[in-house]
């Protein structure tokens, strides 16, 4: 469990909150939903969940990435708050919300396009975050200042008013058409005779789409499993994904293949610390089976589905004795980082 950050702090300033000593509870309740509905958007992306404008967030979505509340203090303008499971855990999964909400703000308070591009690359859920981020506005007629801010004294990552004229860019009927979409699902079933396959999202409809012969072997190991797929979905009238225009990569959310637990370099054997996963990507037109793990160095890639494992373990021979024995003064800064990692992960096994 990852350790507990600290507190954001939504604060709430003006003449209504001078005149009434605390902030409206209108004005409070539409900005925790707002807020609340961002890190839902958040929790449904990287659970590989479609957007639509029917967007209803799975009961594991609302479980695992919930706003939780502390009550301020007496007079107090701060409603303190966090992103955590509803059980006030605060797991790896609602931290990297947590991350990922307060970019996003700090982006759209920048007032800078370019910025809410690179914290939100994909036009479809930029578009989702920016109507939810609207919730957070008070009227301009009210004189109250709405701002978010990270920790007691951080530095502050939204303030309503700087926002408001970007954000009214994104005040439109219909979001962006679909560019690129990320699918999970499970593998439900294969159709050798017509090479279709179909996926089951776990809360939206099934999708059937035709699948290369080559990668045939591969599918089969995958059957119960899921898969995350990336491409540019075909979308029906209710707004759900019915199947694929173009497929780009299709990767594995459990590991098929059987972990390394060990390798040779030269005359050593060379023990995994813990066994080493590897979650294949498939480049789908290309028929590519590829494996990369950046921390270590590996950039492993086979035409076939068997042959991968063999190509990782290649891998691992080379970086084991370019990098793993080398001298840190023939390394660059990145050639040590990888050192380290390796020699983290890895160790000589004894005799």
């Known amino acids: 469990m990852a350790e507990k950050p600290d507190d954001i702090q939504l604060k709430f300033d003006g003449e209504p909150v001078k005149r009434l ?18 890190v839902y958007i958040i929790g449904m992306r ?21 706003i939780v509340c502390r009550a301020p203090k007496y007079g107090s303008h701060i409603q303190p708050f966090n992103v955590a499971s509803q059980a006030g855990a605060f797991t790896p999964a609602a931290v990297a919300a947590r991350e990922k909400l307060l970019k996003t703000l700090k982006a759209f308070d920048s007032g800078e396009e370019e910025k809410v591009e690179l914290a939100l690359p994909n036009a479809r859920e930029r578009w989702f975050m920016a109507k939810a981020a609207l919730g957070l506005l008070p009227p301009e007629d009210s004189g109250l200042e709405v701002t978010v801010r990270a920790g007691s004294r951080g530095p502050f990552n939204f303030k309503a008013d700087r926002a408001r004229a970007l954000l009214a860019k994104y005040d439109t009927a219909e979001p962006p058409e679909v560019d690129e979409e990320v699918v999970a699902g499970k593998l439900q079933a294969i159709d050798f005779a017509r090479t279709i396959l179909t996926v089951k999202p776990s809360h939206d409809p099934a999708i059937r789409l ?6 045939e072997d591969w599918l089969k190991a995958n059957v119960r499993k899921r898969l995350r797929f990336t491409g540019c979905p075909k979308i029906n009238q209710k707004g759900d994904v019915s199947s694929f225009k173009q497929i780009d990569t299709v990767t594995e959310l459990e590991p098929s293949l059987p972990p390394i637990e060990e390798f040779k370099a ?34 492993a890639f086979a035409t076939s589905y068997g042959d991968l494992r063999k190509s990782v373990l290649d891998e691992l021979n080379v970086l084991w004795r370019n990098y793993a024995l080398a001298e840190d003064d023939e390394l660059d800064d990145e050639a040590r980082a990888v050192k ?12």
């Open 340 to 351: 380290a990692n390796l020699l983290t992960r890895f160790k000589v096994a004894a005799g």
């Open 21 to 38: 000593d605390g902030a409206p509870a209108d004005a409070v309740i539409a900005s925790l939903q707002a807020l609340q509905r961002m």
């Open 46 to 66: 990287s659970e590989g969940r479609n957007l639509s404008e029917r967007l209803k967030p799975t009961a594991k979505v609302k479980r695992d990435y919930a």
């Open 266 to 299: 030269d005359d050593y054997v060379i023990r995994a610390n813990r066994p080493l996963s590897i979650p294949v990507t498939v480049e789908w037109d290309e028929r590519l089976f590829i494996f990369q793990d950046r921390s270590i160095g590996v950039d």
């Open 210 to 215: 035709d699948y290369p012969l080559p990668l």
